[in-house]
């Protein structure tokens, strides 16, 4: 708390609000006793500049493009870090000593299987589902599997769900997969390193032998680590506000699954993807910036612009590297979705629309060109982020509901519709 006060003047009448400071950041005017001394509410739709939470996971400077996990550059922890370490992180607060680092892996690695039963639940499905349909159904059936870790109040319960979730997110995303091309399910093998294993059951069948390529899995392993937490964004507020009422971690999870799925959110990597196939050629990227431009046009560059960064996506940098690192591993030297991909960036960066509002180049603008070479059909892109966000989903969960001064979640609104009126009875209307 500083010693500092907002005023705020309503009329003739005025009060003090304390300012709380951050480590870093922008300061907040704490206005939770708003409505008892004056009466009104605030009006933020989108939450555009309201803090929802007091948090020590994530850090973003948006205008500066960084992002912290834990206090620890992005850019050092996909460099030098693996998955299961910034896992970790974000859950206990620290980087693990290796005998920690060893024992996380292994709890986790205990955790892949899935109950046998659960297979079965998936043959409920069209072979034709979108696969984040899947998700958001068996994500949440996970509470009816394993109810022995649904008691919030036990930390002990807690880090049981939260290492099942990390383990098995992996196992349900490929199953889906699996399951829509009709392919045998392929167990964990516990051998692999995360991502491998993920690879592994993805893309192995039982007819022959699979190797899982290091440098794919290397890369993999570095996709999930820059999508592993983002601080306050759609998904996570949802699955902390679907959370607040005391709701079982495994449905809050599935919560988060079902807001991450929307395009402009989760679904903008698929939409990316589906955007440079649809301008398709370098001649026709100026005609589709100018689209963008247009105010009575809907079409958006998708993988462009972001809420909070107002500068380059410190992940997009990442991945653009990752994506020519993949490219090249696989061999793959003419790949006409990355040359307009490269244009259209080229054009963006400079052309005054995109300039003066800021809108640079997000995560989501590589990674549909890299998980496609890496074997994955678009409808997957968004569960690959589902998969890797989970721990950043869990430890913002976590870290709720072990704060003492936590509350249910429960907005305000500003009422427009009718005042009080009689019923008027049916056949006088
Ligand atoms: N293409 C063209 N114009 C855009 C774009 C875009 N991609 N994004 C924003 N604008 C314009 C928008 O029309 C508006 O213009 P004006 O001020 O003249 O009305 C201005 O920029 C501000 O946009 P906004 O929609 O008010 O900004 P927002 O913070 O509400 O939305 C966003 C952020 C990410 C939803 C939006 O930039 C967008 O729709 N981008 C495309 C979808 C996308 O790539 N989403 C992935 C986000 S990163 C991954 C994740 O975190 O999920």
Redesign the pocket.
């Known amino acids: 708390m500083s010693d500092q006060n907002a005023t705020l003047t309503l009329g003739d009448r005025k009060w003090d609000f304390p300012v709380k400071n951050g480590t870093i950041g922008p300061d907040v005017i704490d206005i939770a006793p708003l409505y008892k001394n004056t009466g009104a509410f605030t009006y933020d739709p ?1 939450f555009t500049s309201t803090a929802s939470c007091e948090s020590k996971i994530t850090y973003i400077d948006g205008d500066e493009g960084t992002l912290l996990y834990r206090g620890y550059p992005i850019e050092q922890l996909a460099e030098h870090g693996d998955f299961l370490e910034t896992c970790y992180l974000l859950l206990y607060g620290e980087l693990p000593t290796p005998v920690q680092k060893q024992d996380f892996d292994t709890r986790v690695t205990r955790h892949t299987m899935l109950h046998e039963q659960m297979a079965r639940f998936f043959s409920g499905f069209r072979r034709d589902a979108h696969p984040m349909a899947i998700m958001v159904g068996v994500v949440g059936a996970l509470a009816a599997f394993y109810h022995d870790s649904t008691d919030i109040s036990d930390p002990h319960q807690r880090m049981v769900a939260s290492l099942r979730m990390v383990a098995k997110m992996p196992t349900i995303a490929a199953m889906a997969y699996k399951y829509s091309i009709g392919q045998p399910f392929v167990y964990p093998n516990n051998e692999l390193g995360y991502a491998a294993n993920f690879l592994n059951m993805c893309f192995s069948v039982p007819a022959e032998k699979y190797e899982v390529n290091p440098v794919l899995a290397r890369a993999m392993d570095r996709i999930f680590i820059l999508h592993a937490d ?1 601080e306050q ?1 759609a998904s996570t507020s949802t699955v902390r506000l679907a959370g607040s009422s005391g709701a079982n971690p495994f449905a809050c999870i599935a919560a988060g699954i079902a807001c991450l799925w929307g ?4 679904g ?1 990597n698929e939409a ?1 993807l589906n955007m440079l196939h649809e301008i398709g050629n370098l001649d026709s990227v100026d005609k589709y910036v100018a689209k ?1 431009k247009d105010k009575n046009d809907p079409f ?8 909070v960064y107002k500068n380059y996506d410190p992940r997009a940098r990442i991945m653009q590297t990752t994506c020519h690192e993949v490219l090249n591993e696989l061999g793959i030297k003419d790949d006409p979705a990355l040359d307009v991909a490269i244009e259209l960036e080229k054009i963006a960066l400079s052309d005054e629309y995109f300039v003066e ?1 800021k ?1 640079y180049p ?3 603008f590589y990674s549909g060109i890299t998980l496609r070479a890496l074997g994955f059909p678009a409808e997957m892109f968004t569960v690959l982020f589902a998969l890797a966000r989970t721990v950043g989903w869990i430890a913002q969960w976590k870290e709720m509901v072990e704060d003492p001064s936590q509350r249910i979640g429960r907005p305000r609104q500003l009422y427009t519709g009718a005042t009080q009126r009689d019923y008027v009875d049916i056949n006088k209307r």
């Open positions: 989108g983002h964004n395009p402009a959110h989760g903008a990316a963008a958006r560059l998708m993988g462009f612009g972001h809420r509002k809108l997000n995560i989501d």
